[in-house]
T-cell receptor, first 116, second 111 residues
């Protein structure tokens, strides 16, 4: 199993450009999520999905879109990049217990994004 | 705003000593998890404790949860240089799927 994979590893964008960060998992997990991590801080939830066709907003959703057409893939789109979106982005997946919350989350290696 | 707050922000100890990190949170939770992050890497899950549990062990790790005080602690016994990393607590709020992470404790274990 490859686990959770993310591409690209590094990306530099100019202000106003758009791009898609890719995330895929091969563990058949229902739950997938995107986080951003800024220097010296913990992870902040951007968007999450509890299954194909179902997405919801996290703590910091503005400026980002997601979709979940398959169980395996959960791409994150930056609509018009801004310097404030410079960060490291992590994708994660997990089994869901339904109303009892999540099991452990498996994280990808991250994408380091710089917006100039 | 972040749900979990870790204390201390940074901790430096000698190899062989125990390391204790604390986490406080604000709202009711389904479970609380601890993760480790080595520099520049993704997070690795360490241990999960559910809201109806008070203590869990995994190898050299011991986690406690006090829901009345909305706090948890992670104890690493007999620390090793390889334990040098950042440690984060994360909570799943009741009725939702939003996992909220704290800012983390940076642990440095000197050989």
């Amino acid at each position: 199993n490859a686990g959770v994979t993310q591409t690209p590893k590094f990306q530099v964008l100019k202000t106003g450009q758009s791009m898609t960060l890719q995330c895929a998992q091969d563990m058949n997990h229902e739950y997938m999520s995107w986080y951003r991590q800024d220097p010296g801080m913990g992870l902040r939830l951007i968007h999450y999905s509890v299954g194909a066709g179902i997405t919801d907003q996290g703590e910091v959703p503005n400026g980002y879109n997601v979709s979940r057409s398959t169980t395996e893939d959960f791409p994150l789109r930056l609509l018009s990049a801004a310097p404030s979106q410079t960060s490291v982005y992590f994708c994660a997946s997990s089994y869901s217990t339904g109303t009892s919350g999540l099991y452990e989350q498996y994280f990808g290696p991250g994408t380091r994004l710089t917006v100039t | 705003s972040q749900q979990g707050e870790e204390d201390p922000q940074a901790l430096s100890i000698q190899e062989g000593e125990n390391a204790t990190m604390n986490c406080s949170y604000k709202t009711s939770i389904n479970n609380l998890q601890w993760y480790r992050q080595n520099s520049g890497r993704g997070l690795v899950h360490l241990i999960l404790i559910r809201s109806n549990e008070r203590e869990k062990h995994s190898g050299r790790l011991r986690v406690t949860l006090d829901t009345s005080k909305k706090s948890s602690s992670l104890l690493i016994t007999a620390s090793r240089a390889a334990d040098t990393a950042s440690y984060f607590c994360a909570t799943d709020t009741t009725g939702g799927f939003k996992t909220i992470f704290g800012a983390g404790t940076r642990l440095f274990v000197k050989a």
